[in-house]
């Protein structure tokens, strides 16, 4: 068997154990089901993808109505919908 070490972010980390622990399994096997995937079908088993809210235009966009509404401008108050 070999072994493998990698850094992870700590908050990844505890909450990727906490998924696996919810489905009654190891990070460790979690990632052996994973690499195996990646061995048997050469590809990444799931679609990776930039996701569009990290974008520069859109955090620039958020930084900016940040700003507006420390300043007190463009501050909206909205009524809490209650969902049954």
Not at 3 to 31: H, L, N, P, Y
Not at 58 to 76: P, Q, S
């Amino acid at each position: 068997m070999a072994q493998v070490s990698f850094r992870i972010d700590d908050g990844v980390k505890t909450k990727a154990e906490s998924a696996c622990a919810a489905m009654g399994m190891t990070m460790s096997a979690a990632i052996s089901i994973f690499l195996t995937k990646v061995a048997n079908e050469r590809r990444i088993p799931f679609e990776v993808s930039v996701d569009p809210f990290y974008s520069d235009e859109h955090i620039a966009m958020l930084e900016k109505r940040i700003a507006e509404m420390e300043a007190g401008k463009n501050v909206h108050e909205h009524d809490i919908i209650e969902a049954d």
